[in-house]
T-cell receptor
């Protein structure tokens, strides 16, 4: 059974650029959440999507956005990159209504220079 | 103050030791509690979950929740070098399963 797939695994971008990260959930999982992980702040919730609708949003600036497609695949976008956006971005998926049992991908390591 | 506080570690123990990992939380509305394990360069992996006060056992792992004290623990018996990883507590409100609030994580090293 394939897990949660995130692409690319590593990315280096320049300050001011924008970036798009992709997440393919486990087959049948329709809920997708995104998290940012940094050494200083730990794992922080970005947003959650279900049936192409954003269901929850964390405390991040509007430069962080996301979307979900009809096949449940999700993308997140960060515009006008800042050095502080360097982090591991993790995607997790689950069946809707599941309060635990979210499966995480291995993440995309973004470095902003 | 963070909603979930976790002993930062790092924690180093000899093989075979009993490990105790702990988190406290401030929001009494949290209803679901989880422990994740994260190996280097990997995403977090769900180890255990519970929603009620008390103990839940799974092999060498025991999760304990005390809602009255807003305190959760994970115990690892007969620890192995393969248990060396970062352990993260996480919790969520009712019907908000996709929005996990994590502790900072405790880095555990089990020495042979």
């Amino acid at each position: 059974k394939a897990g949660v797939t995130q692409t690319p695994r590593y990315l280096i971008k320049t300050r001011g650029q924008q970036v798009t990260l992709s997440c393919s959930p486990i087959s049948g999982h329709r809920s997708v959440s995104w998290y940012q992980q940094t050494p200083g702040q730990g794992l922080q919730f970005l947003f959650e999507y279900f049936s192409e609708t954003q269901r929850n949003k964390g405390n991040f600036p509007g430069r962080f956005s996301g979307r979900q497609f009809s096949n449940s695949r999700s993308e997140m976008n960060v515009s006008t990159l800042e050095l502080g956006d360097s982090a591991l971005y993790l995607c997790a998926s689950s069946f809707p209504g599941n309060n635990y049992g979210y499966t995480f991908g291995s993440g995309t390591r973004l470095t902003v220079v | 103050q963070k909603e979930v506080e976790q002993d930062p570690g790092p924690l180093s123990v000899p093989e075979g030791a009993i490990v105790s990992l702990n988190c406290t939380y401030s929001n009494s509305a949290f209803q679901y509690f989880m422990w994740y394990r994260q190996y280097s360069r990997k995403g977090p992996e769900l180890l255990m979950y519970t929603y009620s006060s008390g103990n839940k056992e799974d092999g060498r792992f025991t999760a304990q929740v005390d809602k009255s004290s807003k305190y959760i623990s994970l115990f690892i018996r007969d620890s192995q070098p393969s248990d060396s990883a970062t352990y993260l507590c996480a919790m969520t409100l009712y019907n908000q399963g996709g929005k996990l609030i994590f502790g900072q994580g405790t880095e555990l090293s089990v020495k042979p």
